[in-house]
């Protein structure tokens, strides 16, 4: 019997690669930050916290040192590091060695490589056939394993892979985990991966009488998404189809695709069935003279608008926030906040407003998001840092009495999730004392006045 909150598995990563996007600013084999790390003298593209950290990571770093010295100053994807690591590895017989972990016993010639079904995505097999040229430049005299053998170990590594996040669960890094890689996926799971630099720990979000591997799930996705979407993703992915419980069950689906009830003086919404919409929750204003077709142009609007952000604004929080803005304004028929792809605009706009230091334009969209959290099951830690977030903003603005419940709110989900000696949830404790302590001053000096 496991309880919720209690720790199902930690493991080390058998191999893994720091993000491009964050060298200089994390040590390469403990992904911590720092402002002081120093760079490999061979290879110039790793770095590291100090001689301890390299010489930890000396095993792993030294074939792929040459290799990355022999294309600099070029520096590979992520994706081509990471199997370059997994050939090394191969080379070294180290692919079939067993390592001991909470469920069992592991090797990555275990892992399932679904080499059938990659052979039939071409999409996948572009992927392969340009990381071989790449690894072809890396590896020089030293031969790429054969074919049918480099195909297993890309399978093994695109299916198995985690994305290694920082406590705000944004992406720093790629790793494969040798027991990790045992558990399922549920949209509605029982229990949530985490990662404290490197280290992995899977914690139960709910009672498991048995915590045996077949019973534990995860999710592979972010819960946020439709049933389609969530299915898409998964079939792209990892080539299945998701039949959990969940996903059995449209009804959420209905309330993520709603619009704005067409009342004018009301701020209800109309729920999706199949290619019509109900009665207002609110008013019960009719919903049959929606169009279909007006419906689907709001649809492309909104995700013409997120893809703008995506490709052209991510690094621009002030425009972020004003196509944001632009898109609820010329959308506003059928803007809601209890829309699938509302929810995702108000979310960018909450992180831009952050990113840019508005903190009331922050606040007021990260209110808005909370419409968003009946969509993610029981204590998801993306719940807790955003609650983290909102409250923090409110401290920052001297809401305390909101700011406390807000971060009460966050604590109780943050440490089942990530544990009360996570990073994240000691700066959510201090926080919280941070709030505490001041509304003790403020009583204090309310009373001597």
């Known amino acids: 019997m496991k309880r919720t909150g209690d720790i199902l598995l930690e493991s080390e990563p058998f191999v893994h690669v720091l993000s491009h996007k964050e060298t200089g600013k994390r040590c390469d084999s403990c992904f911590t930050s720092g402002d002081d ?37 070029d520096v590979p994807l992520d994706s081509v590091r990471l199997m370059l690591k997994l050939i090394l590895k191969q080379k070294a017989g180290d692919n079939g060695k067993f390592v001991r972990n909470d469920i069992g016993w592991r090797n990555f010639s275990n892992f399932q490589s679904h080499s059938d079904k990659i052979m039939s995505d071409q999409q996948r097999m572009e992927q392969l056939s340009k990381i071989a040229f790449t690894l072809e430049k890396l590896l020089g005299d030293s031969k790429l394993p054969p074919a049918d053998e480099l195909l297993e ?36 799971p029982n229990a949530v991966a985490t990662f404290q630099g490197t280290k992995l720990t899977v914690r139960a979000t709910q009672d498991i009488p048995d915590p045996s591997p077949t019973n534990i799930y995860i999710s592979y996705v972010d819960q946020l998404d439709t049933i389609a979407e969530r299915r898409r993703q998964l079939w792209e992915q990892y080539y299945f189809s998701c039949q959990c419980a969940r996903c059995k069950d449209n009804s959420l689906d209905g309330e993520m695709l709603s619009v704005r009830c067409q009342r004018d ?35 492309a609007a909104c995700l ?51 990113d840019c230091g508005q903190w009331e334009a922050a606040l007021l969209y990260g209110s808005r998001v909370q419409e968003s959290y009946r969509f993610y099951p029981p204590n998801s830690p993306h719940v807790g840092i955003e609650l983290m977030k909102v409250g923090k903003i409110q401290l920052y603005l001297e809401q305390c009495q909101q700011a406390l419940i807000t971060l009460q709110q966050a604590e109780k989900i943050l440490s089942i999730t990530h544990g009360r000696s996570h990073s994240l949830y000691e700066d959510l404790d201090g926080l919280i004392h941070q709030c505490t302590e001041e509304m003790r001053v403020r009583r204090q000096i309310s009373i001597q006045d």
């Not at 590291?48 to 100053?73: I, M």
């Open 37 to 73: 790390l120093k760079r490999c003298t061979v290879c110039k593209v790793v770095r590291y916290c100090n001689s301890a950290c390299q010489k930890v990571d000396w095993t792993s770093h030294k074939g792929e040192c040459r290799c990355l010295k022999r294309v600099f100053p």
């Open 304 to 354: 013409e608008c997120l893809r703008n952000i995506k490709e052209s604004s991510k690094n621009d929080p002030v425009k972020v926030l004003q196509l944001c803005k632009q898109c609820e304004e010329e959308q506003k028929q059928f803007f809601t906040d209890h829309n699938i792809h509302c929810i995702h605009l108000l979310v960018k706009a909450f992180d831009a407003g952050i």
């Open 153 to 188: 170990i890309f399978g093994k590594m695109v299916i198995n892979s985690f994305t290694v996040c920082d406590g705000e669960l944004q992406p720093v890094g790629v790793a494969i985990y040798l027991s990790p890689s045992l558990l399922d996926h549920s949209c509605e």
């Open 265 to 299: 003086s009301c701020q209800g919404y109309h729920r999706r069935q199949e290619d019509e919409f109900g009665k207002c929750k609110d008013c019960s204003y009719q919903g049959n003279t929606i169009r279909k077709e007006d419906v689907e142009l709001f649809d």
